[in-house]
């Protein structure tokens, strides 16, 4: 019985020990923000990674990467700072105290919890293995392994009940080397032994060597967020002022339409002719010759461009004509320093903050291939994108593009069956389109409001309740208004509704509509006087 005390007192010792010492994630100092690093080795890339974080060495080189969603550092300041903190982060673990003493294979379906791991030699990892945090998201995993480690094909770590892959920790005393579509969480550090990943693999963590070689081969591999990480918001969003109201427009060329075209917002340009675009199709104004709003979007669009142009970016995309394939990018200001060739799909990653705000400066055209595509992620909004090119750009056929477009200098053309989530603007260039779909992603409301506001306020036209179910209301004044009419269009710029208001309120049925986001148009003899967004939630 005594001995059986001893041995419980020990156990309970242990535990309280451990959440006192390890209740918070280990810290890496600069070594957190670091995806992939050795502090004496070369980083080695083939094939497509998609990469985000900062990669490089601070002994050998860095090769074989495309566009990474990161900064690369090799032989600089930043990676002897972080070889000093890598350092300091493998002592740290290396000096915890086991409390489990888990067999060599990990995996096989097998559960654990937070804890010490220890193992004594080499250890794989087979099948899934589960880690439960039981709620706390600040429970802590630390696996020491005192020889090399390696993954079977198609093994995984599964995290659960508030478990972060940021408080994961591999200790690694010997090659890791981890098989083809294996998904590992964690910061894996590897004393004196190189680092192997491979095709179709998956990392929610960090890949770090004190000694030896880094490579990969076509793997997608990101720092984790949480544990106290940055939240990124990216820069502050420009100040659209009346360009917010355009969805295409040029201050100074034509603006010319083929095919039937859908558009949600005004079209115009300031200097030459507006041509080609249906009324009936367009919810906006459209500027047929320059007038006193494209003279001012004009100017406003002169001031947005400035101002991204000024914009110090955090991170540049080493190769230009490599943009898209399937590239994730987070909330940062982007540099591309050539003429840029966007192939295929980018995707862009709030990271749960709908606020965040993507801005990518292309110094040189942009052209895209047919069917590209802007893929918005975890809360990503098209609003909160935007796109810098000097030079032309063309977007080419049955794209998806997202986001509001400035040119400078340089004509832009949208191809047949683009669907552009946003804004094409240029302060000087044609611009055309054929045949496409475009919707201003509208923070304000449309310029025939505006004029309509200020020749005479009383004559708003409200609608309640917005969002709507089964019904909305419609009030007006209508004998002040004559031959008033109400259109509205769902996101695509199909007709959902077009009826002559004549009462002062009017309620509409509206339950057969799909739930989502509508644009109106209130026409008085023909003419739009008030535009606007209505939400239908059912």
């Given at each position: 019985?005594?001995?059986s005390?001893?041995?419980l007192?020990?156990t309970?010792?242990?535990?309280?020990?451990?959440?006192?010492?390890?209740?918070?994630?280990?810290?890496?100092?600069?070594?957190?923000?670091?995806?992939?690093?050795s502090?004496?080795?070369a980083?080695?890339?083939?094939g497509?990674s998609?990469?985000?974080g900062?990669?490089?060495t601070?002994?050998?080189?860095s090769?074989?990467?495309?566009?990474v969603n990161?900064?690369?550092?090799?032989?600089?300041?930043?990676?002897?700072?972080?070889?000093?903190?890598?350092l300091?982060?493998?002592?740290q673990?290396?000096?915890?105290?086991?409390?489990?003493f888990?067999?060599?294979?990990?995996?096989?379906?097998?559960t654990?919890?937070a804890?010490?791991?220890?193992?004594?030699g080499?250890?794989?990892?087979?099948?899934?293995l589960?880690?439960?945090?039981?709620?706390?998201?600040?429970a802590?995993?630390?696996f020491k392994i005192?020889?090399?480690?390696?993954?079977?094909?198609?093994?995984?770590?599964?995290?659960?009940?508030?478990?972060l892959?940021?408080?994961?920790?591999?200790?690694?005393?010997?090659?890791?080397?981890?098989?083809?579509?294996?998904a590992m969480?964690?910061?894996?550090?590897?004393?004196n032994?190189?680092?192997?990943m491979?095709?179709?693999?998956?990392?929610?963590?960090?890949?770090?060597?004190?000694?030896?070689?880094?490579?990969?081969n076509g793997?997608?591999?990101?720092?984790?967020?949480?544990?106290?990480?940055?939240?990124?918001?990216?820069?502050?969003?420009?100040a659209l002022a009346?360009t917010a109201?355009?969805?295409?427009?040029?201050?100074n060329?034509?603006?010319t339409?083929?095919?039937i075209?859908?558009?949600?917002?005004d079209v115009g340009?300031?200097t030459?002719?507006?041509?080609g675009?249906d009324?009936?199709?367009?919810?906006g104004?459209?500027?047929?010759?320059?007038?006193?709003?494209?003279s001012?979007?004009?100017?406003?669009?002169t001031?947005?461009?400035t101002?991204?142009n000024?914009?110090?970016?955090?991170?540049?995309?080493?190769?230009?004509?490599?943009?898209?394939?399937?590239?994730?990018?987070?909330?940062h200001?982007?540099?591309?320093?050539?003429?840029?060739?966007?192939?295929?799909?980018?995707?862009l990653d709030?990271?749960?903050?709908t606020?965040?705000?993507?801005?990518?400066?292309?110094?040189?055209?942009?052209t895209?291939?047919?069917?590209?595509?802007?893929?918005?992620?975890?809360g990503?909004q098209?609003?909160n994108?935007?796109?810098?090119?000097?030079?032309a750009t063309?977007?080419?056929d049955?794209?998806?593009f997202?986001?509001t477009?400035?040119?400078?200098?340089?004509a832009?053309?949208?191809k047949?069956?683009?669907?552009?989530?946003?804004?094409?603007?240029?302060?000087?260039?044609?611009?055309?389109?054929?045949?496409?779909t475009?919707?201003?992603?509208?923070?304000?409301?449309?310029?025939?409001?505006t004029e309509?506001?200020a020749?005479?306020?009383?004559?708003e036209?409200?609608?309640?309740?917005?969002?709507?179910?089964?019904?909305?209301?419609?009030?007006?004044?209508a004998?002040?208004?004559?031959?008033?009419?109400?259109?509205?269009?769902?996101?695509?710029?199909?007709?959902?509704?077009?009826?002559?208001?004549?009462d002062?309120?009017?309620?509409?049925?509206?339950?057969d509509?799909?739930?989502?986001?509508?644009?109106?148009?209130?026409?008085?003899?023909?003419?739009?006087?008030?535009?606007?967004?209505?939400?239908?939630?059912?």
């Amino acid at each position: 019985m005594k001995i059986s005390s001893i041995k419980l007192v020990t156990t309970v010792t242990l535990f309280f020990l451990f959440h006192t010492t390890f209740s918070q994630a280990l810290d890496l100092g600069t070594a957190s923000k670091f995806v992939l690093f050795s502090s004496n080795g070369a980083v080695t890339n083939s094939g497509i990674s998609q990469i985000t974080g900062n990669v490089g060495t601070n002994s050998g080189s860095s090769t074989g990467f495309g566009n990474v969603n990161g900064v690369m550092h090799d032989g600089d300041s930043a990676s002897a700072r972080c070889a000093s903190d890598l350092l300091a982060a493998y002592n740290q673990l290396n000096s915890t105290t086991a409390t489990f003493f888990p067999s060599s294979s990990l995996g096989n379906g097998d559960t654990l919890i937070a804890g010490v791991y220890s193992i004594t030699g080499a250890a794989t990892l087979n099948s899934v293995l589960t880690l439960n945090a039981k709620g706390n998201a600040n429970a802590v995993f630390i696996f020491k392994i005192q020889g090399a480690f390696s993954t079977s094909a198609n093994s995984k770590i599964k995290l659960i009940n508030g478990a972060l892959a940021c408080n994961v920790f591999w200790k690694v005393e010997g090659l890791v080397s981890m098989a083809t579509r294996t998904a590992m969480r964690g910061t894996i550090i590897a004393h004196n032994a190189a680092i192997n990943m491979n095709a179709v693999d998956t990392l929610e963590g960090r890949a770090l060597s004190t000694t030896g070689a880094v490579t990969l081969n076509g793997m997608f591999a990101y720092i984790p967020t949480g544990c106290g990480s940055t939240v990124l918001t990216g820069p502050a969003a420009p100040a659209l002022a009346s360009t917010a109201c355009y969805a295409l427009f040029s201050g100074n060329g034509p603006v010319t339409n083929s095919g039937i075209t859908h558009v949600t917002g005004d079209v115009g340009t300031n200097t030459g002719l507006t041509t080609g675009f249906d009324s009936t199709l367009v919810i906006g104004t459209i500027h047929k010759i320059p007038d006193t709003s494209t003279s001012r979007c004009a100017s406003d669009l002169t001031n947005v461009y400035t101002y991204l142009n000024t914009l110090p970016h955090d991170i540049q995309l080493l190769y230009p004509a490599q943009f898209g394939r399937n590239l994730v990018l987070t909330p940062h200001t982007y540099l591309l320093n050539a003429a840029t060739v966007f192939t295929d799909t980018l995707y862009l990653d709030a990271l749960g903050n709908t606020n965040a705000v993507f801005v990518i400066k292309i110094n040189g055209a942009l052209t895209t291939s047919t069917f590209s595509r802007v893929i918005l992620k975890n809360g990503a909004q098209s609003k909160n994108v935007y796109w810098k090119v000097d030079g032309a750009t063309s977007i080419n056929d049955n794209s998806i593009f997202r986001g509001t477009l400035i040119g400078n200098n340089g004509a832009i053309a949208l191809k047949t069956g683009v669907t552009l989530d946003g804004r094409a603007m240029t302060t000087v260039g044609q611009l055309t389109s054929t045949a496409i779909t475009a919707t201003a992603s509208t923070s304000c409301l449309l310029t025939g409001l505006t004029e309509f506001k200020a020749r005479d306020t009383k004559r708003e036209i409200t609608f309640f309740p917005n969002p709507f179910t089964n019904a909305i209301n419609i009030k007006t004044d209508a004998l002040q208004i004559r031959d008033l009419r109400f259109r509205m269009y769902n996101n695509l710029g199909e007709a959902a509704m077009n009826i002559s208001i004549t009462d002062e309120v009017t309620q509409l049925q509206t339950g057969d509509l799909p739930s989502g986001i509508y644009f109106y148009s209130m026409l008085s003899e023909g003419k739009i006087i008030q535009s606007g967004r209505l939400i239908a939630q059912h």
